[in-house]
């Protein structure tokens, strides 16, 4: 074999090995901008969540009443996450991962188990503990998206 052959397949060793290490690279950064964006994406749904949180337990305070609007809001504030859902293996840590599905789980149940219960003008003491309870479970939803939100921005 003369030298031209050789060299010859040693470039296309080096071509072939280059474009490998290359293409792992840019597959690297492009996850790694992936998961930037869906932890901001996720970070500013849970913003948006405690907001309505805050303002609905606001108007608690003040009148007594939790709007059903509210609700409405809440739940259809989880569109990030449920686009995202599938690519949340990106985050590497286990835990988190777990926490941000039984977050928004639990936000869509206490949702739907509030539904036809929040609104009413109805000045019985049964009433308004029914609709204290659900401000107290919301309440607790805005810490948990709080201290999720804090995670996803380290």
Not at 17 to 27: F, H, L, P, Q, T
């Amino acid at each position: 074999m003369n030298n031209e052959t050789l060299y010859l397949i040693l470039g296309a060793i080096l071509a072939i090995g280059g474009g490998w290490i290359s293409d792992e690279i840019r597959a690297w950064r492009e996850r790694s901008r992936e998961l930037k964006s869906i932890k901001v994406a996720i970070g500013d749904e849970l913003g948006e969540i405690e907001t309505t949180i805050n303002n609905m337990h606001e108007v608690w305070k003040q009148a007594k009443v939790l709007s059903p609007s509210y609700i409405s809001n809440l739940l259809a504030n989880t569109t990030a996450f449920d686009n995202l859902r599938t690519r949340l293996f990106l985050i590497k840590n286990e835990e988190l991962r777990k926490k941000i599905v039984a977050f928004y789980k639990k936000l869509k149940d206490v949702g739907k188990k509030s539904r036809g219960k929040l609104g009413t003008l109805a000045d019985t003491d049964e009433a308004k503990a029914e609709q204290g309870e659900f401000d107290t479970e919301f309440q607790g939803i805005c810490t948990e998206a709080k201290s999720i939100k804090k995670e996803l921005e380290k």
